[in-house]
């Protein structure tokens, strides 16, 4: 999910250790008004177009508000949501849709607003910097390449209720990818009649989800109230969700919590020293996002050389970076993409294909510095851009890098400090020499992870390519056979660490506390987190 970059749930993007999104608790025993959960944002949605979306507040708004044909469970597979049931072999599938299945002001959802959507996707016009998702769909890739027309698209709606997908080639996984945000359904004649405007207002997006987003006021609140035309309204339990913060201040945040004025709040590392002293009571779990340095590939850009990448690599010790940056229990130490909880071929794909973790050494990080001098011609060490987003805690991790890069190796950082859309923004257009990105699971498999660095993945912002990496994801994804796409993914992960067009940091794991009186907050890796669906408070609970 950008979700960070993407969810990249939430790159998508996320803007860096505390780039997500974070709800904020309040301590009091009941809730203020019975049935709602009140709630703060990191940051305002950029875009709330489903078909153009790339970032992780984006997509917590779009998960409660749409829905595609199948929603993420508890446990991260796809389970039934507009499509009641579907068929899928090696050549495609076929869904069918509910009858019952309703945008919000009354009319049906149909197959067509599957087969619109999908189309405008991958149309050049539309520049989605997710189309690649949909590239297991025929003819997909060719599209956005302006190869094929549009209507070339492998999917068909058969009647008002079936729709039809054909294959590009056999893909695994496809099932996982119709709960994503880039998979749901967009009605024509609305879409049409806001134009470019559509999903920039409350009321220029229409809803198929669980909830309306009833109250926009950029830059500083939101409001979403349950949708009585969704299909299974009966399972939610809020009357709305009230969002009245907007901050990207932590610290802020945890004293919205302390004086109640909203219900739900992660902790990052100064906060949860407060937390604890308060003895608030906390959870923690794993978001599935992994975290990186990202370098920029362009042509001019001295991060095109591989002995400077190596050079910060060596310099850099992951477990003291961890310690004293992140400070958040139950953090990794990052040692590739592909991070340490997600499923592989026989058990866990780290273990099915441990790596040998990078030790810093100062010595070879100099030698590789010096090398880099060399081939770029340089008498001094050089001066980079370091591209971040404007939290707190994002300039903890920028300051600590520039001074690690400047005492240990003589490099300057220059900190390019941005608010969350304008971060995205120039991330895009590659305006930096360095960014710190993360990237959380936009479905349940390793291939969400390792197709981040293809040539034709746009969230690829560094613009890295390597022929033979590139060969080794397509093997994968053209295949159902586990053990080859695993195989594939491993011998590409080899070379995206050899090569170095990143640099893993840590994998993220979240403390939170909430109110005493919420219950049923999905927490979890996969999908829109955190997921409030079917949160209930104590007075919901008491009716129960």
Known sequence: MTHLTGKNRLFGVFATCFGSIF??????????????????MLAEPPDLNATKATDSESFFILGHVMEGLTRAGSDG???PAVAESWEITDAGATFTLRSNAQWSDGKPVTAHDFVYAWRTVVDPK??????FILFPIKNAEKIVSKKAPVDSLGVLALDARTLKVTFEKPCGYFLSLTSFATYFPVREDFHQLHGERYGAEANTLLYNGPFRLTQWVHGASLKLEKNPTYWNASIVKLNAIQIPYITPDLSAQLNLYKDGKIDLVSLGKNTLKTAMQERFKMKKYSDGTVFYLEFNFAEGRITRNKNL???????????????????????????????????????????????????????????????????LGLKTPPTLVWLTGDSPGASKEAEYFQNLLSSKLGITLKIDKQIFKQRLAKMSAGEFDVVSAGWGPDYNDPMTFADLKTSWNENNRGRWKNAQYDELIRKAQSTTKN????D?????EKILLEELPILPLYERSVIYTQSDWLANVGRRAVGFDPDLTTATTRDETAKN
């Open 23 to 40: 709800l904020v608790s309040g301590c009091t025993t009941e809730p203020p008004k019975p049935d709602t959960v009140t709630i703060a």
């Open 77 to 79: 597979k796809p389970s």
């Open 126 to 131: 539309n520049a989605s910097e997710y189309a």
């Open 309 to 375: 990448r190596k050079s910060i690599q060596y310099v850099l010790d992951g477990e003291e970076f961890v310690g004293r940056v992140i400070s958040i229990p139950g953090t990794l130490v990052g040692t590739s993409v592909i991070p340490t909880w997600i499923a592989g071929k026989n058990g866990l794909f780290r273990e099915d294909y441990p790596i040998q973790s990078v030790k810093p050494n100062l010595a070879l990080a100099k030698h590789h510095l010096a090398e880099a001098m060399k081939e």
């Open 483 to 486: 053990t080859v796409r695993m």
């Open 488 to 492: 594939s993914m491993a011998a590409a």
